[in-house]
Nanobody, 116 residues
Framework: QVQLVESGGGLVQTGGSLRLSCAAS????????MGWYRQAPGKQRDLVAT???????NYAESVKGRFTISRNNAKNTLYLQMNDLKPEDTAVYYC??????????WGQGTQVTVSS
């Protein structure tokens, strides 16, 4: 079992920045890939960015150059630095952890709202 708790969401104006955090606990030694996903009202949950245990990253095209994913394995924490935010970034952001042997866990989500 892995528990994930996101924080750092909030309301920001267009062009602003936010930093999301995801604290992991439990069976953390078996976590391979972690990632951020987001879901806007009435839409499906989409990938934002992922990072492997060896820091290989992948980003959605819509956030490349604006968002940066990172992880601190010593602190068991995943981050998402979001710069130059746009109204279309408004969504609930979820943290995800995938284990080496196939288990997948999600956090409860944190709301990000970008006003125009």
């Amino acid at each position: 079992q892995v528990q994930l708790v996101e924080s750092g969401g909030g309301l920001v104006q267009t062009g602003g920045s936010l930093r999301l955090s995801c604290a992991a606990s439990g069976n953390i030694l078996n976590i391979n890939t972690m990632g951020w996903y987001r879901q806007a009202p009435g839409k499906q949950r989409d990938l934002v960015a992922t990072i492997t245990r060896i820091d290989s990253t992948n980003y959605a095209e819509s956030v490349k150059g604006r968002f940066t994913i990172s992880r601190n394995n010593a602190k068991n924490t995943l981050y998402l630095q979001m710069n130059d935010l746009k109204p279309e970034d408004t969504a609930v952001y979820y943290c995800k952890a995938a284990l080496y042997y196939g288990g997948v866990y999600w956090g409860q989500g944190t709301q990000v709202t970008v006003s125009s």
